[in-house]
């Protein structure tokens, strides 16, 4: 298991960029695939984007492709994601989620470490 704190979240205009980070304690971080989902009231957590343990592929969400960058540093512990170009219906909370696996995943279920969350509100 993992602990991950996300952080970088906050109040932007549309269009503007914001950068997240997703710090995991532990010393086997390299082992695990990450993603980042969000979240708004009544909906589901909905895939946005992730990477494999090694860095090597990322996969994202139609909708944010070519606008966000997920990358890692596995010496630092941290994922990051970086979000350009954000619209106000990318309101909501940002969670970084992690699996013990060279795979990574879109489908939430499939992740059994999550960090807190992080708020990101775009305004228009």
């Known amino acids: 298991q993992v602990q991950l704190v996300e952080s970088g979240g906050g109040l932007v205009q549309a269009g503007g960029s914001l950068r997240l980070s997703c710090r995991a304690s532990g010393r086997t971080f390299s082992t695990y695939s990450t993603g980042w989902f969000r979240q708004t009231p009544g909906a589901e957590r909905e895939f946005v984007a992730a990477?494999?343990?090694?860095?090597?592929?990322?996969y994202y969400a139609d909708s944010v492709k070519g606008r966000f960058i997920i990358s890692r540093d596995n010496a630092k512990n941290t994922v990051y994601l970086q979000m350009n170009s954000l619209k106000p219906e990318e309101t909501a909370v940002y969670y970084c989620a992690a699996r013990n696996s060279p795979y990574s995943s879109r489908r939430y279920s499939e992740y059994d470490n999550w960090g807190q969350g992080t708020q990101v509100t775009v305004s228009s």
């Open positions: 990477i494999t343990r090694g860095g090597d592929y990322t």
